[in-house]
């Protein structure tokens, strides 16, 4: 079955500082990945994914995230936090001949001033 | 154009009692997925459903839990005699088809079993 796994449930970071979130999933096989972000008691948003094509994708709000299959990663990066990035962040994945996603854990992201 | 709607937002229930979760989709999406969240974990898929079929259920409780998508209507998850441990988020998702590679989310019904 497939598994994600983030690394660090609660990341902490100064205003301004880089974020690094990191993603790492279990299929053979190169499987539709997916950022999400979830504001206290809100749905999920979707931040970024990546299908095919090129393996570093923008997303909303400055975040980034970059495709390596060889290390089976999916991490996600913004190069200056802000406050409004305080939230809980979600990486999911999807096989391309399903429908359902997985998703891991979640991190936590803690911005402080 | 509307998001995924969920009602009710917040859900109390006593310990063996029904809970009815309500998800309409975003117009033109025949696509409902339902995923629930526990309490300091991550989302987890329960079923992913059509209009008037069941596709997947593979993430769904054997008892007690059940899932349906008319054709008139929004997609109810229905929880029959609720324990505590059913307390959690439960998010509805939509897509308009399956080549479509987002879903997109609804704001959840937060469920409390007292």
């Known amino acids: 079955a497939q598994s994600v796994t983030q690394l660090g449930s609660h990341v902490s970071v100064s205003e301004g500082a880089l974020v690094l979130l990191r993603c790492n999933y279990s299929?053979?096989?190169?499987?539709?990945l997916f950022w999400y972000v979830q504001y206290p008691n809100q749905g999920l948003q979707l931040l970024l994914k990546?299908?095919?094509?090129?393996?570093l994708v923008k997303g909303i709000n400055g975040f980034e995230a970059e495709f390596k299959k060889s290390e089976t990663s999916f991490h996600l990066t913004k190069p200056s936090a802000h406050m409004s990035d305080a939230a809980e962040y979600f990486c999911?994945?999807?096989?391309?001949?399903?429908?359902?996603?997985?998703f891991g854990g979640g991190t936590r992201v803690l911005v402080k001033p | 154009n509307a998001g995924v709607m969920q009602n009710p937002r917040h859900l109390v229930r006593r310990r063996g009692q029904e809970a009815r979760l309500r998800c309409s989709p975003m117009?033109?999406?025949?696509?409902v997925y339902w995923y629930r969240q526990l309490p300091e974990e991550g989302l987890k898929f329960m079923v992913y459903?059509?209009?008037?079929?069941?596709?997947?259920e593979s993430g769904m409780p054997k008892e007690r839990f059940s899932a349906e998508f008319p054709k008139e209507g929004p997609s109810i998850l229905r929880i029959q005699q609720v324990v505590r441990g059913d307390s959690a988020a439960y998010f509805c998702?939509?897509?308009?088809?399956?080549?479509?590679?987002?879903?997109?989310f609804g704001p959840g019904t937060r469920l409390t079993v007292l």
């Open positions: 990546y299908t095919t094509g090129a393996t």
């Open positions: 117009k033109g999406h025949s696509h």
């Open positions: 998702a939509s897509s308009p088809t399956t080549d479509f590679n987002e879903q997109f």
């Open positions: 459903l059509q209009k008037e079929n069941i596709i997947d």
């Open positions: 999911a994945v999807r096989e391309t001949a399903g429908n359902k996603l997985t």
């Open positions: 299929s053979s096989v190169p499987p539709y």
